[in-house]
């Protein structure tokens, strides 16, 4: 069993701790995680994500894997399989300079 498995973060929107975000959760059992890796690709949707996004099939879709990682270890803890409207969204990474 996974350290999350049987603690109350197993499901990040239920619970005691929902919606406080991965690395919050993440520290209350022990596990400090950085900034997650992500990768993101351009593609049309499938047909049941053309129906829950309330769209025509084959719409371009932005497609996003994101995984968090247990710094102590590489493990990783956490990941995500979003998809978006590609014509609602932009992607943007870096950081811009302070002012």
């Known amino acids: 069993m996974t350290k999350s498995g049987g603690s109350l973060i197993v499901l990040p929107e239920a619970g005691p701790h929902a919606g406080i975000g991965v690395a919050d959760r993440m520290a209350l059992i022990g596990i400090e995680v950085g900034m997650p890796v992500e990768r993101v690709t351009a593609r049309q949707a499938t047909r ?12 371009p879709v932005m497609a996003i894997e994101r995984t968090y990682y247990d710094q102590a270890t590489g493990r990783p803890v956490e990941t995500a399989d979003i998809v978006l409207l590609g014509s609602r969204w932009v992607a943007e990474y870096g950081r811009r300079p302070q002012s």
């Open 48 to 59: 049941s994500e053309a129906q829950a996004l309330g769209v025509a099939p084959a719409v």
